[in-house]
């Protein structure tokens, strides 16, 4: 299984950014939650929003109201766009997935690779 994200970058207070994470795997499988993490520098990494299979959404109370987690359950992909950005949103953002396959014939969370957001005020 591979979580492979994209979409990061550098945008100014007050913009926006569309983050994309899309799963593969070459075994039989099936995705139930996915979401997003993000760490800023000096912190400890901190959930920013899930969403379950059924679209059922969490979000992080500092981030209500500005950003939006979405997926596409037949392109296996979670997006999370992000509006009205602040300095304090500048970190790298992890996807994550709650998969399970045949190979393992258990549930596994994986995790993408960072993507870095940045912030400028």
């Known amino acids: 299984v591979q979580l492979q994200a994209s979409g990061g970058g550098l945008v100014q207070a007050g913009g926006s950014l569309r983050l994309s994470c899309t799963a593969t795997?070459?075994?039989?499988?099936?995705?139930?939650?996915m979401g997003w993490y993000r760490q800023a520098p000096g912190k400890q990494r901190e959930l920013v929003a899930l969403i379950t299979k059924g679209a059922s959404t969490t979000y992080a109370d500092s981030v209500k109201g500005r950003f939006t987690v979405s997926r596409d359950n037949d392109k296996n992909t979670v997006y999370l766009q992000m509006n009205n950005l602040n300095p304090e949103d500048t970190a790298v953002y992890h996807c994550?997935?709650?998969?399970?396959?045949?190979?393992?014939?258990?549930?596994?969370?994986?995790w993408g690779q960072g993507t870095l957001v940045t912030v400028s005020s």
């Open positions: 994550n997935a709650h998969i399970w396959t045949i190979d393992d014939y258990q549930w596994k969370t994986y």
């Open positions: 795997s070459k075994s039989m499988w099936s995705i139930n939650d």
